[in-house]
């Protein structure tokens, strides 16, 4: 959970088109705005992430997601079911999302948190946000507003203070091939909860 005024302060950094980090119900988030090219590019240099490799993009809830992705009935079932929640789902996507949120893969990996604190930072942000764990590109995540501190002070604008609950990063799940979900990488929710529900779809 975030102080409140961290809320505010980290929300107003973002609108500027800076990069910010904050705790999710995961792990230690690094950020920003999802349509600011800019703000994009910081982001990978700080990362030290390759510029190929998309960001999840994080919506404050399910609804504002919708607008920019191609579902059908089997995959809008699923989403609804597992979200908000430690999950990301890579989507098929409208062509009216920015660049960088896809690469120009015309997939979107769809994250959308059940932390309170966090879905009120977006809800003020007032756009999805191009968001990924706060650690350099290669070195484990990073959970502890102390470690954040001293990896990334220097590097962005804002550090909001707060805990991360599981301190496990999400499950990533592809729903783009017809021939089935594929599991990309496992996390707090298991891969075979997700696909017993999605064959039992019709």
């Known amino acids: 959970m975030m102080p409140e005024n961290d809320i505010r302060i980290t929300s107003s950094?973002?609108?500027?088109?800076?990069?910010?980090?904050?705790?999710?119900?995961?792990?230690?988030g690094i950020g920003v705005i999802f349509d600011d090219e800019n703000a994009y590019r910081e982001l990978c240099q700080i990362k030290r992430r390759p510029p190929e490799k998309p960001f999840s993009v994080m919506f404050s809830g399910l609804e504002e997601a919708m607008k920019y992705l191609i579902a059908d009935r089997k995959?809008?079932?699923?989403?609804?079911?597992f979200l908000p929640?430690?999950?990301?789902?890579?989507?098929?996507?409208?062509p009216d999302l920015p660049f960088q949120a896809t690469l120009g893969t015309g997939i979107v990996g769809v994250r959308i948190p059940a932390d309170k604190a966090i879905s009120e930072l977006l809800r003020e942000t007032g756009k999805p946000c191009l968001v990924t764990s706060a650690n350099r590109s290669g070195e484990?995540?990073?959970?502890?507003?102390?470690?954040v501190e001293k990896e990334f002070a220097d590097d962005v604008a804002f550090i909001a203070k707060g805990e991360c609950v599981s301190c496990t990063p999400t499950t990533?799940?592809?729903?783009t091939d017809p021939s089935g979900i594929k599991l990309i990488?496992?996390?707090?929710?298991?891969?075979?909860?997700?696909?017993?529900?999605?064959?039992?779809?019709?």
């Open 13 to 28: 950094f973002l609108k500027e088109g800076k990069v910010v980090c904050f705790p999710t119900e995961t792990v230690y």
């Open 75 to 81: 995959t809008e079932k699923t989403l609804r079911r």
């Open 85 to 94: 929640g430690e999950i990301t789902f890579l989507v098929h996507s409208r």
């Open 140 to 147: 484990k995540p990073l959970v502890k507003y102390e470690e």
């Open 172 to 175: 990533i799940v592809d729903l």
């Open 185 to 202: 990488r496992e996390g707090s929710i298991p891969f075979a909860d997700i696909e017993a529900y999605w064959r039992k779809l019709q």
